[in-house]
């Protein structure tokens, strides 16, 4: 598949610098805008490449995973791409089987239970095991007018879906093993946080020039528990990453009573869901950190007109201040009307430029 590159124009040329910038909490000409989940369902040419191959394949096809990364930077006006690709891609050279289920998600048909499960895990090389998504990336990278993110799970969420064997509401198997075979727990999440801070590595080698960290799970946990638990493969994640020098997205769904531990944990930007106003979750932080965020996915279905104030409200909860990323809470939902999200991006662009002028 041929990729076709984006022509670029002198305000491209800028747009190739605001992301970057907002990342580092320097002046910008206009807030950048990027999507979770900005390819995918919602979009006509992913489903016309969904219909020919199954998710993995996308994702182990290079050439694929590229045109699909590809596709809104074509048809949106988004400051970033992020790297099509899955957060659980690093399990399976670890030996667990992983398949993807219609209406159901992932499953993971060898989940991991007891110390034993967690010896069992092979010893990867993750340059050589996961050499697709590195050619990914540099394909990309020939490509792309704008910066391009690489990403991870974080150790609980990728350790989550593994114990659980897929997704979970309440998590029960996962706290069960925490509670009661903690040697166990530490043991899963100490292996899998030197995996995933490799991988993160090789992805920045390859020519990443931000990462992001998903931890969708983690608001689950209640203080203590993350930060006996959790909090220390975090930070070596993060940490890892951000020693690679580039910026480093720190982002969990549900975890406003955990941002203070997630900031302590690392990242040089804190992501929020849209369940706490963007000013709160700021003052949270502290100044001292950029943040990205955070208007509901669902308000992409509401009608223009309010559409549209919700997305001020996030901006002017922003205040103009250097270093807000404009994003959703979470990922684009399925059927999402393309024009609303291209609108979105186009008003966040033209009212901030108005503003920060």
């Keep these: 598949m041929q990729l076709v590159a ?32 900005q390819a995918g369902r919602y979009m006509a040419e992913y489903r016309q490449v969904r219909e020919k191959h199954s998710l993995l394949e996308i994702c182990r096809t290079p050439e694929l995973a590229a045109e699909v990364t590809m596709q809104p930077i074509r048809a949106l006006h988004v400051d970033a791409a992020i790297l099509f690709a899955d957060i659980l891609l690093p399990l399976i050279p670890l030996g667990l089987e992983l398949s993807f289920s219609e209406g159901v998600g992932p499953v993971i048909s060898t989940p991991i239970r007891t110390m034993e499960d967690v010896r069992k895990l092979r010893l990867i090389d993750v340059e050589a095991d996961l050499a697709y998504v590195m050619q990914a990336i540099r394909m990309l990278r020939g490509e792309l007018q704008v910066p391009l993110i690489g990403f991870c799970g974080a150790p609980f969420t990728v350790a989550a879906y593994a114990i659980e064997g897929g997704a979970s509401r309440g998590f029960l198997r996962t706290k069960s093993m925490m509670y009661s075979a903690p040697d166990a727990f530490h043991a899963l999440l100490d292996r899998l946080s030197d995996v995933l801070a ?69 990242g040089t930007v804190m992501g929020f869901d ?37 997305a001020e409200l996030v901006l002017r909860r922003a205040a103009g201040r250097p270093g807000h990323i404009f994003n959703l809470g979470h990922g684009i939902l399925p059927n999402t009307p393309v024009d609303h999200v291209r609108a979105v991006v186009d008003f966040v662009h033209e009212y901030s430029a108005a503003h920060h002028s």
């Design 6 to 37: 984006v022509p670029s124009t002198a305000e491209e040329e800028t747009q190739k610098t605001r992301f970057l910038r907002a990342c580092m909490r320097q002046p910008v000409d206009a807030t950048p805008v990027w999507f979770m989940r």
């Design 198 to 266: 490799d991988y993160l590595v090789a992805q920045i080698r390859a020519g990443v020039q931000a990462v992001q960290i998903f931890d969708s799970w983690v608001g689950e946990l209640q203080p203590i528990d993350y930060a006996t638990f959790i909090q220390p493969y975090s930070h070596k994640v993060l940490a890892r990453a951000q020693a690679a020098g580039v910026p480093v997205i720190h982002f969990g769904t549900n975890t406003t009573h955990l941002l203070t531990l997630m900031k302590q944990a690392g």
């Design 274 to 310: 849209w369940r706490v106003p963007l000013n709160d979750g700021w003052r949270i932080l502290g100044e001292d950190v950029a943040v990205q965020g955070n208007l509901d996915p669902a308000a992409l279905f509401a009608p223009m007109p309010e559409l549209k104030r919700r």
